[in-house]
């Protein structure tokens, strides 16, 4: 190839990069305020989302389409659920970063974790119970579970426990801590980010599902014997089966189960463990070029499967084919539920019963917000994921502006990459404009006639080459 079609091959790469990086840049979702929140495609029900970190919000919209609810009061929303009995009221998890030194804050910053009720049509909101925590990180509320009108189940990652409260009397009537079943070397490092314990629900037999992020696992619990570990999900390490998990959902037998559909974050795929003779099965997976960080996956009386798509800014609906039927944008998701349909995943089938098509990536899903699998960025983007731990790609996208996303990193590197290559051939091409000298060398005759009297070996004439000055014609080999 000519040098000049080179430079230009190399600049069309740059060029391409760069409006990649411009269109993430300038269409990014944002939700930082009520005007931001896009309107959703129709959808039977009224659809409700929260989003963490990047902008702390929870929002709702009606079946048509339009908004219903806006709020941001918060640092950060996680988990949200329907309250039965009613058609638009909701409860969730939020939490409050403290930066302020202060009479509830002496060493900033700290949290306050808070349980909330609130109507979405009139907007009135209860605290159901909130406490104040001495440190930030890894301090949150999660998830809470309702056991009944005056109990409630709480995962408390601050202390990686499990407390079950009673919220007329502030009570704890019932404690569980990990410490008691696990070794503080599974997991992250104690006392930081330990268990991560991000999940809780209350089955109908009265057990507890818990997940434990950071042990990649989701755990039963029995209130009077703990952990039965024969019902385990996954296990420490064990990456291929779950890999830091979030918003596991148990499918009773009466719909199919048992099973548990699951996020596996950090593969980036929805999961589901069909329950058969004792043991775990997986028996659907779904994914696809865009998905990064899922964290949560509900499934819908319908068969369909609500997702939650951190990383890929979205959030999306599966029919039983694979296909995404619905969709909206949205900056970072962290949990959606359709009011109507029962909490979390209680009210669908199973992955068997519903006859679910898995989805590997490679296949067209539908979703006129994703890219095709073709796109060149995209499978540079999937290169991206197999060679770089997925850890790193998350944490980073966790802190990065809102636009970057996986195709925004891998027009990055894919730019940065033909400018080092287009450098490197400039260089090659155009050799520097000055000399290099070696630091010694021998003196010609001429050289020894100026000082007017040439001695030793500098007047002799310079060897010839291949020979050496004294005479020896061997080889310096």
């Known amino acids: 190839m000519s040098r000049r079609r080179l430079r230009l091959a190399l600049l069309a790469v740059v060029s391409l990069s760069a409006l990649v990086v411009l269109q993430g840049a300038t269409t990014a979702p944002r939700t930082g305020t009520a005007a931001d929140v896009p309107e959703a495609p129709p959808r039977e029900g009224i659809t409700v989302a929260t989003e963490s970190a990047r902008y702390g919000t929870i929002m709702a919209w009606y079946p048509n389409g339009s908004r219903l609810y806006y709020e941001d009061e918060h640092t950060k929303y996680f988990d949200v659920d329907p309250v039965k009995n009613t058609s638009a009221t909701v409860e969730y998890t939020a939490t409050d970063t403290i930066h302020t030194r202060g009479p509830t804050c002496w060493d900033p910053p700290c949290a306050r974790n808070l349980v909330e009720r609130t109507n979405l049509s009139t907007g009135e909101t209860t605290v159901i119970r909130a406490r104040y925590d001495d440190t930030e990180t890894a301090a949150e509320w999660h998830d809470h579970a309702r056991l009944s009108e005056s109990e409630i189940v709480i995962a408390d990652m601050v202390a990686d426990q499990v407390l079950l409260v009673n919220t007329t009397t502030g009570l704890t009537e019932w404690r569980w801590d990990a410490q008691n079943a696990y070794p503080l070397t599974s997991g992250g490092g104690y006392p930081g980010d330990w268990t991560h314990l991000n999940d809780v629900e209350v089955l109908d037999d009265g057990r507890i599902m818990v997940s434990l992020r950071n042990q990649d696992q989701v755990v039963f619990l029995d209130r009077e014997t703990g952990v039965q570990s024969n019902w385990t999900l996954g296990s420490d390490d064990n990456h291929s089966r779950l890999h830091e998990q979030h918003n596991p959902d148990f499918i009773p037998a009466e719909n199919g189960g048992p099973a548990v559909v699951v996020a596996d974050s950090e593969n980036s795929r929805l999961l589901e463990y069909q329950r058969r003779n004792g043991s775990w099965h997986r028996t659907w997976t779904w994914t696809d070029g865009r998905m990064q960080w899922p964290r949560d996956a509900d499934r819908l009386p319908n068969g369909h499967t609500l997702v939650t798509d951190t990383h ?51 296949q067209r899903t539908g979703d006129p917000t994703a890219k095709s699998d073709r796109d060149t960025v995209v499978a540079v983007a999937k290169l991206l994921r197999q060679v770089v731990p997925s850890r790193w790609l998350n944490a980073l996208y966790y802190v990065a502006p809102v636009w970057v996303g996986i195709r925004e990193t891998a027009a990055v590197l894919v730019g940065l990459a033909a400018l080092s290559l287009w450098g490197l051939a400039e260089l090659r091409w155009r050799p520097l404009p000055v000399g290099v000298r070696l630091p010694v060398y021998r003196r010609s005759s001429d050289d020894g006639a100026d000082d007017g009297n040439a001695a030793g070996d500098d007047s002799r004439e310079p060897a010839a080459e291949g020979q050496r000055a004294d005479g020896d014609s061997r080889s310096d080999d």
Not at 341 to 355: M, Y
């Open 312 to 362: 890929g800014d979205r959030v999306l609906e599966l029919a039983r084919n694979g296909s995404v039927v619905w969709s909206i944008p949205l900056a970072h998701p962290y949990d959606a539920e359709r009011l109507g349909t029962g909490e979390g995943s209680t009210d669908g089938p199973s992955a068997v019963r519903a006859n679910l098509t898995s989805r590997t990536g490679g």
